[in-house]
């Protein structure tokens, strides 16, 4: 009886290339976004480079918004103490720019959080 053809090795299922490769969420580009994250009602004034509004409105608990350099230069936030800002990922420290729970700060062409020059 002629022999069966050569079994062949069973072309081995390529699940791997199925599987979803765990990749690290796409690395964000290397810009200083500023976060900021609404606790209680705060009303802002955000104003871009070119002296524009960009927002003005009041903005209620629980809401967040998010900006990138370039996209802010001058924030004023109303209820500060009820906004947490985040710089770069970093919690940014108010206290400096705080006057009676209003807080002014420019944001520089990086993304840095720095004080109003006058």
Do not use: C
């Not at 079994?7 to 969420?25: D, G």
């Not at 900021?36 to 960009?54: C, E, L, N, T, Y």
């Amino acid at each position: 009886e002629p022999a069966v053809a050569a079994a062949k090795p069973a072309a081995t299922p390529y699940v791997a290339s199925l599987a979803p490769v765990p990749r690290p969420a796409p690395a964000a580009p290397a810009t200083a976004n500023l976060d900021m994250q609404f606790s209680g009602d705060s009303w802002v004034d955000i104003a871009g480079p070119d002296g524009g509004s960009v927002e003005k409105a009041l903005i209620k608990a629980g809401e967040t918004r998010s900006f990138t350099p370039g996209q802010v230069s001058r924030v004023t936030l109303g209820n500060a103490s009820a906004v947490q800002v985040q710089q770069n990922g970093a919690i940014v420290d108010l206290t400096p720019y705080q006057r009676a729970n209003v807080a002014r700060f420019q944001v520089s062409s990086e993304g840095s959080v720095v004080p109003v020059s006058h």
